[in-house]
């Protein structure tokens, strides 16, 4: 059954996030059969809590497990220090 990564960002610096982080994470995620459904900025918060202004990503995974072996794994957390301080970003794992 497919998940999907919800992310929502407020990135702080854009040319750090997106010569560093996004392409990074792009690659691995790709590798462990990932694909990107979704990827905007400037969003409105209509409801919740959110980021105003902020960026949606929707990654598609074959399954929930594919997408918690590319959390946990070690490559990703390397990847995931490049975001420290650039970016504040809040990851929801959804089931189809």
């Known amino acids: 059954m497919?998940?999907?990564?919800?992310?929502?960002?407020?990135?702080?610096?854009?040319?750090?996030?997106?010569s560093g982080y996004s392409p990074a994470v792009a690659e691995l995620a790709q590798q462990h059969g990932?694909?990107?459904?979704?990827?905007?900025?400037?969003?409105?918060?209509?409801?919740?809590?959110?980021?105003?202004?902020?960026?949606?990503?929707?990654?598609?995974?074959?399954?929930a497990e594919t997408a918690m072996a590319f959390w946990n794994s070690p490559e990703y957390a390397e990847i995931k220090k490049l975001r420290e301080g650039i970016a504040d970003v809040s990851v929801t794992l959804v089931e189809g």
Do not use: C, N, S
């Open 34 to 63: 990932a694909r990107y459904l979704l990827r905007g900025r400037h969003g409105r918060v209509l409801e919740g809590e959110g980021y105003e202004g902020g960026g949606a990503v929707i990654m598609e995974w074959p399954d």
């Open 2 to 18: 497919p998940a999907w990564f919800v992310i929502t960002t407020k990135v702080h610096d854009r040319d750090a996030f997106t």
